[in-house]
């Protein structure tokens, strides 16, 4: 079973990042995916989900800045952000909201925004 996001890194406000999660065959095949992070001192959120067939929702803070996507045939799941914001710094974590529900979480990616 496997989950681990990578390509964070520090960027500054205004820049652009590519996001990736590798995940094992059976949870890629979970419907839907998402994305989630948590910012220092706060809660993890829930920022965008996509389901099988491509469809995407977004948390409305991110709307218009990210977009999730996915390659089945790698069973890969990208974050792609844009105009990034101070406030979008947190650690990023992919995960199937099913096994989220069962706080079962794999390895995230941080990403800083210095402003």
């Known amino acids: 079973v496997q989950l681990q996001a990578s390509g964070g890194g520090l960027v500054q406000a205004g820049g652009s990042l590519r996001l990736s999660c590798a995940a094992s065959?059976?949870?890629?095949?979970?419907?839907?995916l998402a994305w989630y992070r948590q910012a220092p001192g706060k809660q993890r959120e829930l920022v965008a989900t996509?389901?099988?067939?491509?469809?995407?929702n977004y948390a409305d803070s991110v709307k218009g800045r990210f977009i999730i996507s996915r390659d089945n045939a790698k069973n890969t799941l990208y974050l792609q952000i844009v105009t990034l914001k101070p406030e979008d710094t947190a650690v990023y974590y992919c995960?199937?909201?099913?096994?989220?529900?069962?706080?079962?979480w794999g390895q995230g990616t941080l990403v800083t925004v210095s402003s």
């Open positions: 065959g059976g949870i890629f095949s979970l419907n839907p």
């Open positions: 996509i389901t099988s067939d491509g469809s995407a």
């Open positions: 995960n199937a909201p099913s096994l989220a529900t069962l706080n079962f």
